[in-house]
């Protein structure tokens, strides 16, 4: 069992810059020994592929369109895992979620392949 809690979604104006947490905790499982993503979900929208980090941290995966805006990073021995978001748009305001792959050590794109979810942190992005 895996728990998850984002942080740090709040209101921004675009152009902006905003870093979201993702705090990893439950017994039974290392979080150095899973990958890790980001998803988001916009109004009326599906959820989205954001980005992807693999369990040592070594590979790192982006949707379309977000690399070099997007910087997605762990913390293994915090247990924690970010998404640094520069230059932020209006098309980036969503419910952002962070997800771990406990069978997995690389990182997908695909939301089916996630074991736990967190409960969300909303980012708005005001033009």
């Known amino acids: 069992q895996v728990q998850l809690v984002e942080s740090g979604g709040r209101l921004v104006q675009a152009g902006d810059s905003l870093t979201l947490s993702c705090a990893a905790s439950g017994p039974g499982r290392t979080f150095s020994g899973y990958a890790m993503g980001w998803f988001r979900q916009a109004p009326g929208k599906e959820r989205k592929f954001v980005a992807a980090?693999?369990?040592?941290?070594?590979?790192?995966y982006y949707g379309d369109s977000l690399k070099g805006r997007f910087t997605i990073s762990r913390d293994n021995v915090k247990n924690t895992m970010f998404l640094q978001m520069n230059s932020l748009k209006p098309e980036d305001a969503a419910v952002y979620y962070c997800a771990a792959n406990v069978g997995s050590y690389s990182g997908s794109a695909a939301a089916r392949d996630y074991d736990y979810w967190g409960p969300g942190t909303q980012v708005t992005v005001s033009s």
């Open positions: 980090i693999s369990a040592s941290g070594g590979s790192r």
